[in-house]
Nanobody, 120 residues
Framework: QVRLVESGGGLVQPGGSLRLSCAAS????????MGWYRQAPEKQRELVAG???????NYLDSVKGRFTISRDNAKNTVYLQMNSLKPEDTAVYYC??????????????WGQGTQVTVSS
C-alpha cells in the first residue's frame, strides 16, 4: 500500500520561509515523478511544482524564483522549499505521485495534505 506523509506546514509571516517534506512508502519511489499541489478555499487545486525521476523540475509561474522542489530517492522523500511567502500562498498543500512532472496523465497517489498559512 502506497503512503505519502507530508510535514512542515504551519503559520508564517509574509516574507518568511517554510520547508515541506513528503515521505513515501510502499512503492518504487524513484521511478515516478513527484509533485506538490495546493488548494485554497473556494479555489481549484493547482500544481505548484513537479520533479521528474531524473530531477528535472516544473513550476507554477507565480512561485518561480521563490519555491524549490527537490527529491532524495535514497530517503524516498520530496521537499518543497518555500521562500518569500505571500498571503496568496495560503492553502492546503498536497504531495502527489504521477507519471511525469507536468502531471499530464493525472495523479496516481495523494498525500493527506498540510496547511500553510501566510499571515501577519
Amino acid at each position: 500500500q502506497v503512503r505519502l506523509v507530508e510535514s512542515g506546514g504551519g503559520l508564517v509571516q509574509p516574507g518568511g520561509s517554510l520547508r515541506l517534506s513528503c515521505a513515501a512508502s510502499g512503492t518504487i519511489f524513484s521511478i515516478y515523478a513527484m509533485g506538490w499541489y495546493r488548494q485554497a478555499p473556494e479555489k481549484q487545486r493547482e500544481l505548484v511544482a513537479g520533479i521528474s525521476s531524473g530531477g528535472s523540475t516544473n513550476y507554477l509561474d507565480s512561485v518561480k524564483g521563490r519555491f524549490t522542489i527537490s527529491r532524495d530517492n535514497a530517503k524516498n522523500t520530496v521537499y518543497l522549499q518555500m521562500n518569500s511567502l505571500k498571503p496568496e500562498d495560503t492553502a492546503v498543500y498536497y504531495c502527489s505521485v504521477g507519471g511525469n512532472m507536468y502531471f499530464t496523465t493525472g495523479v496516481k497517489y495523494w498525500g493527506q495534505g498540510t496547511q500553510v498559512t501566510v499571515s501577519s
